[in-house]
Structures are given as C-alpha cells and as structure tokens.
C-alpha cells in the first residue's frame, strides 16, 4: 500500500489538492523552514505554501513537555477564523507514559475513538475536524509532532499521510534548533536573574570583627565556634534589631559552607500568595503571569546556607512544605512534578516566642523540634552596654562614609556615656539610626547626642535617682554643655543682643560662640523675620 501511494504522488496520479509534485514539495518546504532562524515566522511560510496544496486551516508544532507534564505548542500558524487550542494542554495522570509507550513514528490521522484522543479530545478541541500527526524525531529520538487540522470530518486519508511524511525531515530540524535556543535563552535568564538576585542578596560575607564579640557578646561567639563546623540547623532568638543576621552571617563564614552561597529570606516580608513560589520556586505556566520557571530561595542556596529571618511569620501552609524540605533535603515547585535535591544548611531566627505560638495553634509543633536543636540568644544592647562606645564609634565611621563625609567628627566628652545609659529599646538597630541622624544635623565640632531620642524617654535635665544622685556621672564639660544648650533654647536660639544667650551667661557672645565650637554644640541664628 505504502509502497503504491508513493509511486502515485511522484507520478501525479493524486486527485483533488493532493496531486502534488514531491520534488517541489520537499524543495519548497526545504527552503521556507530554513528562511527564517525564528520558528514561528518559517512556519507561517510553510503554512501559506501547504494550504495551497492540502485542506489546511491550522499548522503547529508541538512536544511532550515532561517538565510541564503537558503538551505544548511551540509555533504556530492558522486561519483567523479556526479555533486553536491551547498553548499548554496538562496531560492526565499515566497519559505521557501511555504517549511514549505507542513510539509514535509514521504520519497517522487522528482517530477520536483512540484510548489516547478520546481523553485529550475536549483539550485538544477534535470535534468537527480532520487532524493529521507527523511524529518528527531526529536521529531516532522523538522530539514532538507537527499537527495539520482542517475543518470537516474525514478530509485526511492515506495519500496526505504518505506524502507528509516525506517532509518531516526539515520540520524535526526547525524543531530541534528551536529547542535548542529556547534552552539559551533559558539559562541565560537563569543567568540575568541570578545577576540580580545576587546583587540584592549580597553581604559583606565576614565573620570577623563582631562587635562585642569579645565582650557582650563573648558568649554567643563562642556558640557560633561551636556549631559553625557542623551542619546543624540552627535557631537564633532575640529582639528586633539585635544584630540576629549578623550571627547567621558568622555562622555560614565560619563554615566549611563558606564558599557557597548565603541566602536570606525575610519571611515576614514575603505576601502570603507568593510565599510558595519564592521558597520553593515556580514551573513556566505554573499559574497566570509565570511566564518563565523560577528556581526558588531554597534551590538558591544548594551547597551553601539558607537564612529564614522572622521564620514564626510563616503561614501554617509554608510550615509543612518546610518541615518536608527539612525532612527530605529535596524540594517541589509550584506545578512541578519531580523532587530536587538540595544539599543546604538551615539557620532560622525569630524575635517571638516560637513555644507559646505551638501551645496556640499557630506554629507547628514538630518544626518548633527541627528548627530548635541548637538555639542561641542573642542578648539585647540594655544587657551588653560595655558595647555601646564600640558600636557608635563603628557606627560613626561607617555613616559617614556612605554620607560622604570625609573625616567622620569625634564624640564629644561624655556623650558615650549618656548613650550607655539609655535602655535602647530598639537596640543596635535603632543606635545606627541615632547615630545617622547625628550626623545629618551636625554642623561642626564633636558629635553631642544630646538628644538620645524625640519622645516621653527623653529629659531635657539628667535624671534623678531615689538617691537623690543623678544617673549621668556628669563631667564638667558635660554639665556645661547640657546648661549652654538650656539657656540657648531658653533664649530662643538667640546669642547676643538684649536677652541673649551670652547676656544670661553673663559672658562675651565671641565667648559663647568659642565653647560651643569647642563642646560641640549646633545653634540657629535668629533671622530678620524672628527680630521683627
């Protein structure tokens, strides 16, 4: 039978748009695959020229996406009026076993009452046409079909077969460089997202020269010496703003882990609908708007460490996939279908108190277990003021040079001390703000603090214990700089003339100017709106 088409079509013994020279048929579509490096635009080509020689409304390329579990077109070409089915076609569950296993090699017509059409059919949107398959393989491996569709039943037979299998050839070409650039152009979004992804994530990646490490802080460095060299999951208690990254920070730098990634996950700032996909990464068409595949925070930090900051905001739902990437050290995305392997070390940290969230409902009880085997506590600044001088001084510096200032001011005498005294609600967090606001008001000479914070804390005179002795061990420069400062604002910023600063000081104006230059201290000239 075969054997009589072929002799059929290169006679020209065909009838209707079927009688078709295959010389010039393989020439033509020879040459219009291979006019364009863009698959869509070539086929279009092919479209144009086969529908002139076939009943054609509709031509496309497709293949079995195992990633997807699903069929999907990769080009197209069809009449405005034909419906087209779907870029993306989920295959139910055992079908792409059921596909591979008929080994799909010769053109064949469409057979709706077929095991596998009679389930893909609603999908693929069979009723009322006549759909020929031309599987295209190269070097003996299947890599998808080519589908021709045409309105009305019944309108393909074994001539069409025959002749369109000649021709399979450049179409499995097109299809193969297609696939191949779109694997390019894959990794090299990969590639570009990686870029950004790092240039947002990046640390300074050293683990020395904590501050307190040998003072305040002298025992949780001695429990990140400790745990560093294992791969032990880690939880890091304390306060907003006690410095809990930096200690996971320490951890992964101190590891045999340092030269892989470290990866941060704020997990209170993640919205709730996209914490799965930014954990545990996305499939392309996993849902609207994934538009590429998206390797999540977890796949990230293969062969290095994952920092899960804030963990007790996660959602019960995030709870358990994490609890399984705990357990299994592998990883599903969103509209995924196979595990992946991960090889990375887990630090999580949390202000709350993870126990009391199990007791309520709102914090699994067995990742309180897996999340908790070596916890440390990082202490508030109020438990470790010996670091207090130390912070600011760091503090100071490093202000400065993001603010372009380029000698970083002194702290005036005495100032270190108020700053020790101050409770720091807020902690080294809300020192680093103090100390930035300092040096954006500062106007010339030492660094004051005069005001540790705007609010109910602050007292303008230093406070009084039940002693009767004040708390501010004041020295003489101190007390005078707090007294100057009263008696400016007393005199509403005004220096000399009648009711002047100078004039209630009972010293010289050029006096009071020179002190406050030495002590450091800012004032406002009154100008001529305040004197009328």
């Known amino acids: ?39 869509k635009e070539s086929l279009r080509s092919a479209f144009e020229y086969l529908k002139e020689q076939f009943p054609l409304n509709m031509l496309t390329v497709f293949i079995i996406d195992e990633r997807l579990g699903a069929i999907r077109r990769i080009a197209h070409a069809f009449d ?36 596998i059409f009679r389930i893909l059919a609603p999908h ?43 021709i399979a050839e450049p179409f499995a070409i097109a299809l193969a460089n297609a696939l191949a650039h779109e694997e390019v152009l894959r990794y090299q979004a990969v590639l570009l997202d990686d870029k ?20 305040g802080l002298r025992n949780v460095m001695e429990m990140v010496r400790q745990v560093a060299p294992l ?47 930014e954990l545990f990464g ?36 995030a709870q358990v996939r994490l609890l399984r990437v705990m357990q299994n050290r592998e990883v599903e995305r969103v509209g995924g279908k196979r595990p992946i392997p991960v090889d990375i070390r887990v630090i999580a940290a949390t202000h709350r108190n993870l126990q009391s969230m199990v007791a309520e409902g709102s914090f699994r009880e067995d990742l309180w277990y897996r999340l908790s085997g070596f916890p440390i506590m990082v202490p508030p600044v109020r438990q470790r003021k010996e670091d207090v001088p130390a912070l600011t001084r ?4 490093a202000r400065s040079r993001d603010l372009g200032i380029g000698v970083p001011p002194s702290i005036a005498p005495g100032a270190l001390q108020r700053l020790m005294e101050y409770d720091w609600p ?45 708390l501010y061990p004041l020295n003489l420069d101190e007390a005078n700089a707090m007294h100057i400062t009263e008696v400016i604002k007393l005199a509403k910023g005004k220096i000399d003339g009648p009711g002047g600063a100078a004039e209630l000081l009972g010293i010289n104006p050029s006096t009071l100017r020179s002190r406050l230059a030495k002590l450091g201290i800012s004032y406002r000239r009154r100008g001529r709106k305040d004197k009328e």
């Open 426 to 470: 807020g902690n080294v967090r809300e020192l680093e703000n103090l100390v930035e606001r300092e040096l954006i008001l500062h106007r010339g000479g030492p660094l004051t603090f005069s005001t540790i914070l705007p609010g109910p804390e602050q007292k303008n005179m230093a406070p009084v214990a039940d002693s009767g002795h004040s």
């Open 394 to 397: 760091h503090f100071v510096t």
């Open 80 to 115: 405005d009026d034909t419906l087209a089915p779907d870029d993306i076609i989920p295959l139910p569950e055992g079908m792409a076993e059921k596909i591979d296993a008929r080994n799909f090699s010769a053109p064949f017509v469409v057979n709706a009452e077929d095991d």
């Open 231 to 277: 791969n032990s999951t880690v939880l890091i208690l304390g306060e907003t703003g006690t410095g809990k990254e930096l200690i996971a920070n320490a951890i992964h730098f101190s590891s045999p882990r340092r030269n892989g990634p470290f990866i941060t996950v704020n997990c209170g700032a993640l919205p709730e609908n996209l914490i799965d996909s």
């Open 1 to 39: 039978m075969k054997t009589t088409t072929e002799e059929s079509v290169r006679t020209g013994e065909m009838s209707d748009k079927s009688k078709v020279n295959l010389d010039e048929l393989t020439r033509e579509m020879t040459l219009r695959i291979c006019s364009s490096l863009e698959i």
């Open 124 to 166: 693929l949107k069979l009723e009322g046409t006549s759909d020929l398959i031309v599987p295209l393989r190269v070097r003996g491996e299947l890599l998808g079909g080519l589908a021709l569709r045409t309105v009305g039943e019944g309108r393909y037979g074994i001539e069409q077969t025959a002749l369109l299998g000649q």
């Open 282 to 317: 996305h499939e392309k068409g996993a849902f609207t708007g994934a538009m590429a595949e998206n390797r999540g925070r977890f796949e990230r930090a293969d062969g290095g460490t994952i920092f899960l900051d804030e963990v007790g905001e996660l959602p019960l739902n």
């Open 196 to 215: 950004r992804f790092l240039n947002r994530e990046l640390h300074g990646g050293d683990a020395d020269g904590i501050i307190g490490g040998n003072t």
